[in-house]
C-alpha cells in the first residue's frame, strides 16, 4: 500500500513538474529573444578639442568647432552656461562636471551607451539589463503591475527605479515593446563623456522603448526620452545594439588602473613612477596641510 501510495505521489510530482515547465515554456514564447550579448552599433570615436568619448546622441556627427561640439542638447541658458563652463575646463585638461573618473556610476541614462556589452535577462516579473561594469552591474526593470509610491519616497540610486509594461503592438500574441519609466534618480549625473548636465534638483524622468528592428532580429533599439528640467523640451535618443550570438564576456573593474587623484577641490594624475602630476597648465600644486614644512 506504501508503495502503491509511492507511485502515486511520483507521479503528482512529474505531472505538477510537466505543468510547470508547460507554462514556464508557454511564458517564453510571449517574450522576444532578447538572448545574447548586446553591444552598441556605432564607435563615436575620440572628438576634437579636448573633450573625448562615447556621444550621447550618435546622431549628430562631432563638431568639435560648436559649441556643443555637435551634441546640440536643448538645455536652458543656465545649464548651457554650466556645459560650456565645463567644456573650457576639459580643454585645459581638467575633468569638468563629469564626475566618473572618480569611478563613480554614470548612471541613468548614460549607462545605456553600453561602454560595455549589455545582457538582458527575461521574467515575468522582472528584467534584467546586465552591465559588464563594476560600478553598475545591472538594471532591474519591474514589470509586475506595481506602480510608483504615492509619495515618491525612493532611496535615490544612480540607476533610479525603472517600471515597465510589455505590450503586443501588432496584435499577433507576443511581446513586441518594452516601455519603461525610470524614476528616483540621484546624482551628479552628466549624460555622456563631454559633460552634458542634467538638472542638480535629480527629478528627472527617463521614459524608454526597447525593442527588436523588424528588419533585423539581431538588432535592439532604445529610444530614450529624457525629461529634465535642464532641457528646454523633452530629449529623444536612439540608442542601438548588435547582437553576438557566441560571446565572449570582458571584465572591466574601473578602479583597477584609476590614475585620478583629487585632492581638495583638483584633480591631479598619478604617474607610471607614482608622482603626482597637474592635469592641466598652472595648475596649483596640492596643499601639504598636515605635513611636516621645509625649513627654509
Not at 538572448?35 to 550621447?56: D, I, Y
Not at 525593442?211 to 529624457?226: F, G, H, V
Request: hydrophobic residues 35%; proline residues 9%.
Amino acid at each position: 500500500m506504501r508503495f502503491r501510495d509511492s507511485i502515486g505521489a511520483t507521479a503528482l510530482a512529474a505531472a505538477l513538474l510537466m505543468t510547470i515547465v508547460g507554462a514556464a515554456a508557454a511564458d517564453d514564447a510571449k517574450y522576444p529573444d532578447l538572448k545574447g550579448q548586446w553591444r552598441r552599433a556605432t564607435n563615436a570615436g575620440l572628438l576634437a578639442g579636448g573633450a573625448g568619448g562615447l556621444r550621447w546622441d550618435d546622431s549628430k556627427p562631432p563638431n568639435p568647432n560648436s559649441l556643443s561640439l555637435g551634441q546640440e542638447p536643448p538645455l536652458t541658458p543656465e545649464y548651457q552656461v554650466i556645459y560650456q563652463a565645463n567644456l573650457a575646463d576639459m580643454a585645459k585638461g581638467g575633468q569638468g562636471i563629469d564626475p566618473t573618473y572618480s569611478c563613480v556610476s554614470p548612471g541613468m541614462p548614460r549607462v545605456m551607451i553600453a561602454y560595455s556589452p549589455l545582457e538582458f535577462v527575461v521574467t515575468p516579473e522582472t528584467t534584467y539589463i546586465m552591465f559588464e561594469r563594476d560600478h553598475d552591474h545591472y538594471r532591474r526593470v519591474y514589470t509586475d503591475g506595481r506602480d510608483y509610491p504615492a509619495n515618491m519616497a525612493l532611496e535615490p540610486r544612480f540607476l533610479g527605479y525603472s517600471i515597465g509594461k510589455w505590450l503586443d503592438e501588432n496584435g499577433d500574441g507576443r511581446y513586441d515593446v518594452l516601455e519603461v519609466e525610470t524614476r528616483g534618480l540621484k546624482g551628479p549625473r552628466v549624460y555622456d563623456a563631454t559633460g552634458i548636465p542634467l538638472h542638480a534638483d535629480n527629478e528627472t524622468v527617463i521614459k524608454e522603448r526597447i525593442y527588436l528592428d523588424k528588419a533585423n532580429p539581431d538588432r535592439l533599439n532604445d529610444e530614450i526620452t529624457t525629461i529634465d528640467h535642464a532641457l528646454t523640451r523633452p530629449w529623444t535618443v536612439l540608442r542601438a545594439f548588435n547582437r553576438e550570438h557566441d560571446p565572449m564576456w570582458p571584465e572591466f573593474v574601473c578602479a583597477e588602473d584609476n590614475h585620478h587623484v583629487m585632492v581638495g577641490h583638483e584633480t591631479y594624475f598619478r604617474s607610471v613612477d607614482g608622482t603626482l602630476m597637474p592635469t592641466r597648465k598652472d595648475q596649483p600644486p596640492p596643499p601639504l596641510r598636515g605635513f611636516d614644512q621645509p625649513a627654509k
